[in-house]
Protein backbone atom coordinates (compact mmCIF):
# COMPACT_ATOMS: atom_id res chain seq x y z
CA UNK A 1 0.00 0.00 0.00
CA UNK A 2 1.44 3.24 -1.13
CA UNK A 3 2.10 5.81 1.84
CA UNK A 4 1.55 9.29 1.87
CA UNK A 5 4.51 11.71 1.01
CA UNK A 6 5.46 13.84 3.90
CA UNK A 7 6.77 17.20 3.40
CA UNK A 8 9.11 18.71 5.84
CA UNK A 9 10.09 22.37 5.75
CA UNK A 10 13.07 23.29 7.65
CA UNK A 11 13.49 26.85 8.88
CA UNK A 12 17.34 26.90 9.03
CA UNK A 13 18.23 30.04 7.51
CA UNK A 14 21.68 28.88 7.11
CA UNK A 15 20.58 26.63 4.28
CA UNK A 16 20.53 29.14 0.62
CA UNK A 17 19.17 26.07 -1.66
CA UNK A 18 15.59 26.32 -2.44
CA UNK A 19 15.65 22.62 -3.21
CA UNK A 20 17.28 21.28 -0.17
CA UNK A 21 15.36 24.11 2.29
CA UNK A 22 11.66 23.18 2.02
CA UNK A 23 9.23 22.47 -1.06
CA UNK A 24 9.70 25.12 -3.42
CA UNK A 25 6.82 27.60 -4.63
CA UNK A 26 5.61 26.76 -8.46
CA UNK A 27 6.59 30.05 -9.46
CA UNK A 28 10.12 29.43 -8.04
CA UNK A 29 10.23 25.38 -9.89
CA UNK A 30 9.55 27.44 -13.35
CA UNK A 31 11.81 30.15 -13.05
CA UNK A 32 15.22 27.44 -11.89
CA UNK A 33 13.39 25.30 -14.71
CA UNK A 34 13.81 27.40 -17.50
CA UNK A 35 17.19 28.65 -16.51
CA UNK A 36 18.42 25.21 -16.12
CA UNK A 37 16.54 24.44 -19.33
CA UNK A 38 18.39 27.15 -21.46
CA UNK A 39 21.77 25.88 -19.96
CA UNK A 40 21.18 22.18 -21.18
CA UNK A 41 22.10 22.79 -24.97
CA UNK A 42 25.56 22.79 -25.92
CA UNK A 43 25.71 25.42 -27.82
CA UNK A 44 24.52 28.05 -25.06
CA UNK A 45 26.78 26.86 -22.70
CA UNK A 46 29.22 27.66 -25.06
CA UNK A 47 27.63 30.73 -25.58
CA UNK A 48 28.32 31.18 -21.87
CA UNK A 49 31.54 30.32 -21.10
CA UNK A 50 32.48 32.88 -24.72
CA UNK A 51 30.86 35.89 -23.44
CA UNK A 52 32.29 34.95 -19.91
CA UNK A 53 35.96 34.55 -21.65
CA UNK A 54 35.90 38.32 -22.75
CA UNK A 55 38.33 40.32 -21.64
CA UNK A 56 35.69 43.25 -21.00
CA UNK A 57 32.76 41.08 -20.00
CA UNK A 58 30.64 41.48 -22.89
CA UNK A 59 30.72 39.78 -26.39
CA UNK A 60 29.47 41.59 -29.23
CA UNK A 61 26.73 38.56 -31.66
CA UNK A 62 29.28 39.31 -34.69
CA UNK A 63 31.91 37.92 -32.55
CA UNK A 64 30.08 34.89 -31.54
CA UNK A 65 28.64 33.44 -34.85
CA UNK A 66 32.59 32.28 -35.98
CA UNK A 67 33.59 30.35 -32.90
CA UNK A 68 30.31 28.31 -32.89
CA UNK A 69 30.33 27.85 -36.78
CA UNK A 70 26.72 28.72 -36.89
CA UNK A 71 24.47 31.42 -39.07
CA UNK A 72 23.77 34.42 -37.08
CA UNK A 73 20.01 33.96 -36.88
CA UNK A 74 20.93 30.37 -35.26
CA UNK A 75 23.07 32.11 -32.35
CA UNK A 76 21.09 35.01 -31.94
CA UNK A 77 18.03 32.45 -31.23
CA UNK A 78 20.32 30.97 -28.66
CA UNK A 79 21.20 34.16 -27.00
CA UNK A 80 17.76 35.32 -26.74
CA UNK A 81 17.09 32.35 -24.90
CA UNK A 82 19.81 33.01 -22.49
CA UNK A 83 18.32 36.38 -22.07
CA UNK A 84 14.84 35.67 -21.90
CA UNK A 85 16.17 32.91 -18.56
CA UNK A 86 17.76 35.83 -17.22
CA UNK A 87 21.77 34.41 -17.48
CA UNK A 88 22.74 37.21 -20.19
CA UNK A 89 21.95 40.89 -20.63
CA UNK A 90 21.78 42.45 -23.95
CA UNK A 91 22.37 45.93 -25.19
CA UNK A 92 21.91 47.44 -28.26
CA UNK A 93 24.26 49.54 -29.70
CA UNK A 94 24.06 50.95 -33.50
CA UNK A 95 23.71 48.20 -35.60
CA UNK A 96 24.92 45.57 -33.06
CA UNK A 97 23.95 43.65 -29.90
CA UNK A 98 26.31 43.16 -27.07
CA UNK A 99 26.00 40.19 -24.67
CA UNK A 100 27.37 40.25 -20.52
CA UNK A 101 26.83 37.81 -17.64
CA UNK A 102 24.13 38.88 -15.37
CA UNK A 103 25.78 39.14 -12.17
CA UNK A 104 25.45 36.63 -9.65
CA UNK A 105 23.28 34.33 -12.03
CA UNK A 106 25.15 31.64 -12.38
CA UNK A 107 26.37 31.14 -8.54
CA UNK A 108 22.83 31.87 -7.74
CA UNK A 109 22.11 28.70 -9.97
CA UNK A 110 25.11 26.98 -8.06
CA UNK A 111 23.93 27.47 -4.87
CA UNK A 112 20.55 26.30 -5.65
CA UNK A 113 22.38 22.95 -6.10
CA UNK A 114 24.45 23.03 -2.59
CA UNK A 115 23.34 20.81 0.41
Not at 60 to 65: A, E
Request: aromatic content about 4%; charged content about 20%.
Amino acid sequence: MPTALTVIETTDSTCCSPITSGVMSDDEATSLAIKFKAMSDPTRLKLLSLVAATQDGEACVCDLNEPLDLSQPTVSHHLKILVEAGLLTRAKRGRWAYFALVPGALPSLADTLQA
